[in-house]
């Protein structure tokens, strides 16, 4: 699976490294997955495997390093990632408080595997892609001293799937973890807002800055070419979470209005295997309909077929059913030319101030987004036309070394006896 979070931290190391900055990325839980040139090192802590068998039995928390070093091989995990260990919040929840709990958990001897590294590397700071796996903050700034930063996109959804006793446990670890963290970065005021109330934390310690994407090689995008009929895309993991059922359904009520025969749904996103009921019921909808011949599943894409995907359709609509924290794929589109339909609500209202590009629309009412989709596309020339006019924006502003600066600003802020150039800063993902 592309995660977005992994998309956008690999951006992030790859501009701060042009920028003349030691900047290492280093994967948790599972090897990055990305659709651009990796950036992350080739190392893995806290692997998703390892993690999962010292949870299950002690055996495995005294296990030789030549043996825990086997069973972190980063391709080793990816392979058994891909076919049967998840990340579903409802099973991991006993691990997942055990992470949180850093050295007092289950893991510890993970926790001092990553501190021995890190105190041959040295960092001037660190940055944590989520605060759900930096259970090792506490022993980090008591081994290093150096400053943490956390960025939020996304710990609430995964919280919010926890069952008890387990989502109690949870929500006292990452409040306690909260204290000792230096800044929290957001891509959203409405997520700043949520996270801080989550966290009880003051405002203070939330940095908002905008999301950014690399948009270097959508310059090289073609030009997209007259067509028959219309396309509506969806460009996001296939999940009830995402909204896809909502958008199924409006479609249909869409495809079957006399002035919208001409009319196609493209889909392209990842499938687990938790959603493949999920999705067959969507095919069964629109089997039902009659419209089979009017939507086309593309798989997972890469990034040479998304650009393709981009390329083909002229509107893109990803009806959430969260208030989605950041919003990588409405940059994608932009940087594509293409216009949206976004629920009225997490950081959507934000994105559609900053670029005026599409509609938003009422959340989890599928008549309502029907109803848009139609104006949207009678309105579809001048929503076009100020896509573009992002997309030349994006093209020309650099976005992802911009927000790579603001990262500087923020981290030399932190840092002791701040050097202009030479820092050296460790991004954990996951």
Request: aromatic share 6%; net charge negative; hydrophobic share 40%.
């Given at each position: 699976m592309?995660c ?6 690999n951006?992030?190391a ?8 030691d900047?290492?990325l280093?994967p948790?839980?599972t090897?990055i ?6 950036a ?11 993690v999962y ?9 005294w ?10 091989q980063?391709?080793l995990?990816?392979w058994?990632?891909s076919?049967?260990m ?6 991991l ?5 055990s ?14 595997r990553?501190?021995d590294?890190?105190k041959d590397?040295?960092?001037d700071a660190i940055?944590?892609s989520?605060?759900?796996i ?21 710990d ?8 008890q006793?387990?989502k109690?446990?949870a ?8 204290q000792?963290v230096?800044?929290?970065v ?6 700043a807002q949520?996270?801080?109330?989550m ?9 908002v ?18 067509r ?5 895309g969806?460009?996001a ?6 909204g896809?059922?909502?958008?199924v359904?409006?479609?249909i ?15 392209a ?8 009921a999920?999705?067959?019921?969507q ?5 039902a309909?009659?419209?089979?011949d009017?939507v086309?599943?593309?798989?997972s894409?890469?990034r040479?077929?998304k650009?393709e ?7 893109l609509?990803?009806?959430t059913?969260?208030?989605?924290p950041?919003g990588?794929f ?12 976004l ?5 959507f209202p934000?994105?559609h101030a900053r670029h005026?590009s599409g ?10 987004l029907?109803?848009?989709l ?6 579809l ?6 896509a573009?006019?992002a997309?030349?924006?994006m ?7 911009a927000?790579a ?6 981290l030399e802020?932190?840092i002791?006896d701040t050097?202009?150039?030479g820092q ?5 993902n996951?």
């Amino acid at each position: 699976m592309y995660c977005g979070s992994c998309l956008h931290d690999n951006a992030i190391a790859r501009a701060l490294m042009r920028l003349g900055h030691d900047a290492l990325l280093v994967p948790t839980y599972t090897p990055i997955l990305t659709d651009e040139h990796s950036a992350a090192a080739d190392k893995l802590f806290f692997g998703g495997l390892n993690v999962y068998l010292q949870q299950l039995s002690p055996v495995f928390r005294w296990l030789p390093k030549w043996a825990d070093g086997f069973l972190s091989q980063p391709k080793l995990v990816q392979w058994i990632a891909s076919r049967s260990m998840g990340t579903t919040a409802d099973k991991l929840g006993a691990l997942t408080v055990s992470m949180l709990r850093g050295r007092d958990g289950n893991q510890r001897k993970e926790v001092d595997r990553l501190c021995d590294w890190l105190k041959d590397e040295n960092p001037d700071a660190i940055v944590f892609s989520n605060l759900l796996i930096a259970g090792c903050a506490p022993t980090i700034k008591d081994q290093l001293g150096c400053p943490i930063v956390v960025i939020l996109q996304g710990d609430d959804i995964f919280y919010s799937a926890l069952t008890q006793p387990h989502k109690d446990q949870a929500a006292t670890e990452l409040r306690r973890l909260a204290q000792l963290v230096d800044r929290f970065v957001v891509h959203s005021s409405d997520y700043a807002q949520r996270m801080a109330s989550m966290l009880d934390v003051p405002m203070e310690k939330m940095h908002v800055t905008p999301l950014s994407i690399d948009t270097a090689d959508f310059a090289n995008m073609p030009d997209s070419q007259p067509r028959q009929s219309l396309t509506i895309g969806y460009l996001a993991r296939l999940a009830p979470e995402k909204g896809l059922h909502l958008l199924v359904d409006a479609f249909i009520d869409l495809a079957h209005r006399d002035s919208r025969q001409d009319v196609r749904l493209d889909i392209a996103g990842w499938l687990g295997p938790q959603h493949e009921a999920y999705w067959q019921e969507q095919k069964r909808k629109i089997s039902a309909a009659g419209l089979d011949d009017r939507v086309h599943y593309h798989g997972s894409v890469d990034r040479v077929g998304k650009l393709e995907f981009l390329s083909k359709i002229e509107l893109l609509c990803v009806p959430t059913t969260y208030r989605e924290p950041k919003g990588l794929f409405v940059l994608e589109a932009l940087a594509a030319g293409v216009p949206y339909v976004l629920p009225d609500h997490g950081a959507f209202p934000e994105l559609h101030a900053r670029h005026d590009s599409g509609h938003l629309v009422k959340p989890e009412d599928q008549t309502a987004l029907a109803d848009k989709l139609s104006e949207a596309l009678d309105d579809l020339a001048e929503i076009t036309s100020r896509a573009r006019l992002a997309r030349e924006q994006m093209l020309s502003g650099n976005m992802i070394e911009a927000e790579a600066k603001y990262w500087l600003a923020l981290l030399e802020e932190l840092i002791d006896d701040t050097q202009n150039n030479g820092q050296e800063i460790v991004l954990a993902n996951r």
